[in-house]
């Protein structure tokens, strides 16, 4: 019972990064980025369902709220990741590897000081610098749901839906869609994709905004689970996602998703982990030592890296 | 058609190509040959935008096209089968033909083109749901050339379609270019094998180092001594 517990656990927190991982994978499948500022984007997807809650007066916990939230923060989420992409990462297009990657660095920076500098200062909204209360929305928070002695939080079960929706969308775009398979080609051989007549800018863009709305999805979600949300919220959480899509095999959408989910479980595993290198003190501890060995022993990742080859 | 004008193009400080003017008329097989590095592909990748030239200019159907990007080039009506084929592997064969056609918004056009493609190609039609990537040689310059055909494209450009595959394979992508020729498309194909190469074209420019330095027709540059020494292993 212990076990499915924490089963359990490990898939709602797992579906939590898997939804950020998508958006390393999809930009690094198509530009080569590893943007390191995408786990701040998941931040302000949260930010940004928190000050659509703050605008609307009245201060409902109405259900009816949460596609309201939902919007606001996919909005600013995507705004800011066109932004970074556009004013930070586009004019080094053609620059060595390193410059985009200390540029992303530089972009994470900014929006956490950004936002805890920033966002308190908007008359009616609460001092940024520490964490804010999340709205607890009717139906999705509240009393945990207990299926034969596992209990189940509702935000746990909403992240698990919310993924499970976000990836059968995300099949149906990428295979099924004429700017799905555009997207494949531009991460295939992006210059032979340019000969088709797409527009690789555009297709760029496209995978910024997929990342980003996704990332939206896991901040609104991890406002109704935690509570609370903080202007540093993103970066544990980012990383912990790159390790996701590094582990599913980075440029693979499906691996990001599969790699979510894998390193949330082993997290939650390691509580049975006896002794004292157990205990949930020790889990980011085990989730890195699996990134290591998965590295080693299979560098491309569980299901293989997509990155561009040419046969 | 095509009318390339005092080209220069460069890598960094090494240039490529170094001055080249050529024309390509309606109809017409026009082919460059050369040894590698003479600048031929970098030609081709120029006149499709995805180059730009240092000095010079690039004219298609009276309208200059050297700074235009790359995707809007194949929207006027010139396709580029690249070099070493670049099929996308990871997509089926149909995937890859309506790639060709991306940026057509004529539905029952591209249908019809790609049962054109088929009926070019017969072993595309029976495999079009496999990923391209576990095709031979010769197959996959089949769906590079038919993938080019599906933008409907007035001036076709082939990058060194015969690289690399069997004689018998070779054979029969020639013969598919005097095939599209004799429906009239025009061609602009970059070769190494000058021999076939100049077979069917009706006019030929050699390249050299990055300028032309010999040019004729086809007919003539096949028994031009200097050609036959140099291009043709013979002494």
């Not at chain 1, 440029?251 to 509580?271: D, K, Q």
């Not at chain 2, 056609?101 to 039609?125: M, S, T, W, Y």
């Not at chain 2, 020729?181 to 000058?194: D, F, M, P, R």
Request: net charge positive.
């Amino acid at each position: 019972m212990e076990f499915l517990q924490q089963l359990v656990n490990g898939l709602s927190l797992g579906a939590l990064y898997a939804l950020i991982a998508v958006g390393y994978t999809v930009v690094y499948g198509i530009v080569q980025l590893i943007n390191f500022a995408h786990g701040e984007i998941f931040m302000i997807g949260g930010f940004g369902a928190l000050a659509v809650w703050l605008l609307v007066p009245g201060e409902s916990l109405s259900i009816w709220m949460l596609p309201i939230m939902l919007i606001g923060g996919m909005l600013a989420a995507v705004g800011v990741a066109l932004l970074t992409e556009r004013v930070a990462y586009r004019p080094l297009r053609n620059a060595p590897r390193l410059a985009p990657l200390i540029t992303a660095i530089g972009v994470s920076i900014f929006l956490q000081e950004f936002v805890r500098l920033f966002f308190g200062r908007i008359p009616g909204f609460p001092d940024s610098k520490r964490a804010i209360p999340f709205p607890q929305i009717e139906y999705v928070t509240g009393e945990a749901f207990n299926i034969g002695g596992v209990t189940i939080q509702r935000a746990a079960l909403f992240t698990l839906v919310a993924l499970a929706i976000c990836a059968g969308f995300l099949y149906v775009f990428v295979n099924k869609t004429r700017l799905g398979r555009a997207m494949q080609a531009t991460s295939q051989d992006p210059d032979t994709a340019r000969l088709m007549g797409i527009n690789v800018d555009k297709i760029i863009m496209v995978a910024f905004a997929l990342g980003a709305a996704l990332a939206a999805v896991a901040g609104l979600a991890h406002g109704l689970r935690y509570t609370n949300i903080d202007f540093k919220m993103g970066f544990l959480a980012g990383l912990k996602a790159f390790t996701a899509a590094v582990l599913g095999g980075i440029g693979n959408i499906n691996g990001a998703v599969v790699g979510g989910l894998v390193l949330g479980v082993v997290e939650s595993m390691a509580t049975f982990i006896p002794g004292q290198f157990g205990g949930s003190a020790w889990k980011d501890v085990w989730a890195f030592v699996l990134l290591i060995l998965v590295l080693v022993f299979r560098p491309q990742g569980l299901l293989g890296a997509r990155v561009v080859d040419r046969a | 058609m095509l009318e390339v004008k005092n080209l220069q193009v460069a890598y960094g400080r090494v240039r490529a190509v170094k001055g080249i003017s050529f024309t390509v008329e309606q109809g017409q097989v026009v082919t460059l040959v050369g040894t590698n590095g003479a600048g031929k592909t970098t030609t081709l990748k120029t006149i499709s935008g995805l180059l730009r030239p240092e000095a010079g200019e690039i004219w298609f159907e009276g309208k200059r096209i050297d700074s235009t990007p790359a995707h809007e080039v194949v929207t006027r009506g010139l396709a580029h089968s690249p070099e070493g084929r670049r099929i996308f592997p990871r997509l089926t064969v149909e995937d890859n033909l309506r790639l060709g056609a991306f940026a057509r918004k004529d539905k029952a056009g591209v249908a019809k083109d790609l049962q054109r493609v088929f009926n070019l190609f017969e072993i595309l039609q029976a495999r079009r749901d496999q990923p391209a990537g576990t095709f031979s040689g010769g197959e996959q310059q089949m769906l590079a050339i038919g993938r080019a055909m599906m933008s409907r494209p007035k001036l076709l450009m082939l990058d060194e379609p015969s690289m690399g595959l069997s004689p018998l394979m070779m054979q029969r992508i020639m013969s598919t270019i005097t095939e599209l020729k004799s429906e009239g498309v025009t061609i602009l194909l970059v070769e190494q094998n000058a021999q076939a190469a100049l077979s069917l074209a009706d006019y030929g420019y050699v390249l050299e180092v990055g300028k032309i330095v010999l040019q004729d027709s086809g007919k003539n540059l096949l028994v031009d001594e200097a050609v036959r020494k140099a291009y043709l292993g013979e002494d």
